[in-house]
Structures are given as structure tokens and as C-alpha cells.
């Protein structure tokens, strides 16, 4: 029974902490235009703050969390990638290019076979 009042008081909390999130970047941008006859540098700045503001709350939330762990697990999936080398990547699209070009031909051939079958059958060929 405590465990579902926690959880929707946690998730209440979780939503004010996503709606401050949200009003400080919205804030922060109005003012930004708000205030454009002062320093673009410093806009920027507080912008960014700002924005860095938003995105330490929304963390604290629990799907801020889990976006987190998923983060840090998509950097040690991409860790575990093995790239391809040069040589490797060149000679792949070569053969890809290849490829278009060989398959474009016999498209362009196929499609004239056709025409000129469709022609014969009109009547409109020579």
C-alpha cells in the first residue's frame, strides 16, 4: 500500500520537475529575444544555462534516469563496433557504385525493349 502512494507522489513530483524544466527553457528563450539589443555572447550564455539548468532537473527524474542508462549503454554498444577500415569502405562503395551503374543499364535497356515491343504491337514501330 506505501509503495503506490510513493509512486504517485514520485511521479507528481516527477511532472513538476518536467514542467520547471520546460518553463525555464521557454522562459529562457523569451528571453532571449526579449532582450536582443544586449550582447549576443551573453544570450547565448544564459541560454545555455539555462538549458543545462533544465536538463540536471528533468535527470532527476525517473525517466530522466532511464534515459541516462540507455545513454550509457548506446556509448558501450558503440564501443563493441567493429569500423571498417579505408580500404574496406572504398572497395564497398565501389561495388555499390558498380552496382547502380549495372543495374541502371539493364533498366534502361529493359525499358527500351519495351517500348519498342509496346510500339510493334500499336502498330508504330519501323
Known sequence: MNSKVETAGSNRLDTIKIALSILIVASATTLFY????HSLLLRVVGLLAAIVIAVLITLKTEKGRQLW???QDAQIEVRKVVWPTREETLQTTMIVILMVVVIAIFLWLLDMFLGWSIGQLLGRGG
Not at 34 to 37: P, T, V
Request: no cysteine; proline share 0%; hydrophobic share 55%.
Open 34 to 37: 526579449l532582450y536582443s539589443e
Open 69 to 71: 542508462i540507455f545513454v
